[in-house]
């Protein structure tokens, strides 16, 4: 069976789980920020396996884990297990579900208070008349504020997509459209999960349009383009290793912040690359005494970009194969049979950095088919973002990271 395997990136997150049925069927402690850093972890690995793309990078590993805890919470036996590996969920389900149910809430609450706009929703669409656990949805309802509504699939898939992708353009400000192509739902579709995750936030410190001037940016291939750069002068966070300059920008309300990581030498971003890990991004990101609030003359490029990626076989390679295995699969949590697998996994990611702030949309779907059978500063830092550099979002409670990527040529 050809399934069709596609992930998409933007900037606001959404997260799509589709699940088709078989041919055969169709006749206490603070756990968001223990969460946090396995989501953290995850963000790594697969941003390991994602880096050898051409190009600029963005997406949301905070849209993409949720989307896959709801479907791990019907998994069972050996894929079970290959998920929670793969994604370092806890290994008691329901309580994986409450640690995300609490992230999510913790990120909502700090939307809420209104300097910046953030919002993580789920939803979940089931098959009319199709036979789900009553457990599953319960347990789906209650920890990802999921509720279930059914569409007709079998009959209507082309019109239960236009439901769901608007539901996703709704939530992401239209700033993800046509997530689900053409062609992914079919009469074997009996679910689709869904996250998205929005946000829109201005800097604490606004950058000024007129001083933004169209200057050099070196690329990969030595070449050099004239990029928009924005400059301003102002205390931040920062601080530098021996390969890279770290900076860190907070949104109004400092819930948020934008941290850069800079190589020191122009054709440095492969090294950094290459050792990235949650050791080293804890160590520059919340080690006692590296970041410092020191005056730094900043000059950073403006950015608008999408990203696209397919991520079923990456996370396969990553080790839980059984899940898109047609025989191997278990998804039995889900309806008490095992007549489902993950058929694709569709990611779509969307960033806008501008002299205001940010504007960051994402969306993950997962398509299941149906088996075949302050301080004060001393000196001046110049932090001159004039080639490839890595980008984090994240959110300053927890640490997790909502949103991350690389900009190798501002101007794509």
């Known amino acids: 069976m050809n399934i069709l395997r596609k992930v998409i990136f933007v900037s606001a997150a959404i997260s799509l ?12 402690e603070d756990s968001s920020i223990s969460l946090a850093r396995r989501n953290n972890v995850f963000a790594l690995n697969l941003y390991a396996k994602l880096k050898d793309r051409d190009g600029n990078i963005f997406l949301s590993p905070y849209s993409i884990s949720t989307a896959l805890a709801m479907t791990y919470a019907g998994a069972r036996g050996d894929t079970a ?18 640690s995300f149910k609490r992230l999510q809430k913790s990120l909502n609450d700090a939307g ?19 036979a789900f656990l009553p457990d599953y949805l319960k347990a789906v309802k209650e920890d990802y504020n999921a509720q279930a509504r059914e569409l007709d699939f079998k009959n209507a898939a082309e019109a239960s997509r236009g ?50 001037k169209d ?9 050099t383009c004239q990029a928009p750069m924005m400059n301003k002068t102002e205390e931040f966070l920062y601080g530098e290793d021996a390969d890279a300059q770290v900076l860190s920008m907070p949104y109004q309300g400092n819930d948020l912040s ?66 898109f295995s047609e025989s191997e699969a278990d998804f039995s949590g889900m309806t008490g049979k095992k007549d489902l697998f993950i058929g694709a996994v569709i990611h779509k990611a969307f960033v806008d950095v501008s002299e205001e702030g940010t504007e960051a949309a994402a969306a993950t779907a997962v398509v ?4 075949a059978a ?39």
């Open 374 to 412: 302050p301080g004060h500063p001393v000196k001046e830092i110049k932090f001159i973002v004039d080639h490839p550099f890595l980008y984090i979002i994240r959110d300053n409670n927890s640490g997790s990271i909502l949103f991350m990527g690389r900009i190798t040529n501002p101007l794509k």
């Open 112 to 130: 809420a208070k209104g300097s910046f706009e953030l919002n993580a929703v789920n939803a979940l669409w089931a098959q009319k008349g199709y």
């Open 258 to 323: 934008m941290v850069v990581i800079l190589p020191k030498e122009k054709d440095g971003l492969g090294r950094i690359e290459k050792d990235i890990n949650i050791d080293r991004v804890e160590n520059r990101l919340a080690a006692s005494g590296f970041l410092k609030m020191e005056a730094v003359i900043v000059s950073i490029p403006r950015f608008k970009i999408t990203s696209e990626f397919e991520l079923a076989d990456t996370l396969g390679s990553m080790g839980m194969p059984n899940a």
């Open 81 to 98: 297990t290959q998920i929670a590996q793969v994604f370092h969920f806890e290994s008691e389900q329901a309580t994986n579900n409450v």
């Open 215 to 223: 200057a050099p940016f070196n690329l990969i291939d030595g070449t």
């Open 368 to 371: 299941m088919m149906a088996m």
């Open 17 to 28: 789980l589709l699940f088709h049925a078989p041919r055969s069927v169709l006749s206490q």
């Open 163 to 212: 439901i769901i992708n608007t539901w996703v353009e709704d939530k992401t400000k239209n700033k993800i459209q046509d997530l689900i192509p053409q062609g992914v739902l079919t009469d074997l579709t009996r679910l689709v999960l869904t996250n998205a995750i929005y946000f829109k936030g201005k800097w604490e410190s606004v950058f000024k349009k007129d001083m933004t």
